[in-house]
């Protein structure tokens, strides 16, 4: 039987959190939100903590699965995300979802490329096409899917 290994982004991909994520940040003082962004180049650590207070709420009430979240979960996809270990473990709550091969806190397409390459990623989706420029130059093994909501 031949198997890929498998990763995806989180935001986008598995879960739309758009909306989530701009309310919370908006409940921090933080009106500048911009996804595929690290959270240090538009908010200070005191509006991080206070959008991680309220995002839970937010993702119950904004934030929806794709139907892809629960074939990642059964298959048990590598999930690689910029998302804090905190919002993992908040995606998970809430949508009840095991997620058992998460890898948070990516800050950087450079690292995101390190680790999918030690993982051996032979299939990755996003929804961010520069990643997905970036990943095909330095990977070129590795099939890439770009999701559109």
Known sequence: MNTARVAC??????????????RAYAGAGVLNWKPHT???????????????????????????????????????????????????????????????????NVKSIEERVELLKGLGTSVYIDDCEENLKVIRREIPRCQTFLTRP
Not at 9 to 22: C, F, P, Q
Request: with cysteine; aromatic share 10%.
């Open 38 to 104: 690290p959270w240090k180049m538009f908010a200070t650590q005191e509006q991080h903590e206070t959008k991680n207070r309220l995002y839970e709420d937010c993702l119950r009430s904004h934030g929806r699965l794709f139907p892809l979240a629960r074939v990642a979960d059964e298959l048990e996809w590598d999930i690689v995300t910029g998302a804090s270990d905190q919002a993992m473990s908040l995606v998970r709550n809430v949508f009840k979802l095991n997620l058992r091969f998460c890898y948070a």
């Open 9 to 22: 982004d989180l935001d986008g991909v598995l879960l739309d959190s758009a909306e989530a994520l701009r």
